[in-house]
């Protein structure tokens, strides 16, 4: 499985952004799909994750209220919307996929993206 993450850049505090990945395998909808992020000098962090169906989420507690994460299984393809954005969100984002709903329990993935930049002046 490939992932390509797209939609990073730059954005002003209270901004938002809409990250994009786009997955290359036949059964897309046999993957839950994960977001995590990692900003200089930290370790890489949860940030949402959403079931096969898209039906379940689960989010970061630190951003609860300012992401949706959502997919499009006949394109393969998973969202994060985030609003509200502030400065200590900045960060590469990567899009990860494992099999099963499992994963919105775990957050055990087994396929990344590259990520994207997201940076959030102030």
């Known amino acids: 499985v490939q992932l390509q993450a797209s939609g990073g850049g730059l954005v002003q505090a209270g901004g938002s952004l809409r990250l994009s990945c786009v997955a290359s395998?036949?059964?897309?909808?046999?993957?839950?799909m994960g977001w995590f992020r990692q900003a200089p000098g930290k370790e890489r962090e949860f940030v949402a994750a959403?079931?096969?169906?898209?039906?379940?989420?689960r989010y970061a507690s630190s951003m609860q209220g300012r992401l949706t994460t959502t997919r499009d299984n006949a394109k393969n393809t998973v969202d994060l919307q985030m609003t509200n954005l502030k400065p200590e969100d900045t960060a590469v984002y990567y899009c990860a996929a494992g099999l099963g709903d499992v994963t919105l329990t775990t957050l055990r993935y087994d396929y990344w993206g590259q990520g994207t930049q997201v940076t959030v002046s102030s």
């Open positions: 395998a036949r059964t897309f909808s046999s993957y839950g």
């Open positions: 959403i079931t096969m169906s898209g039906v379940g989420t």
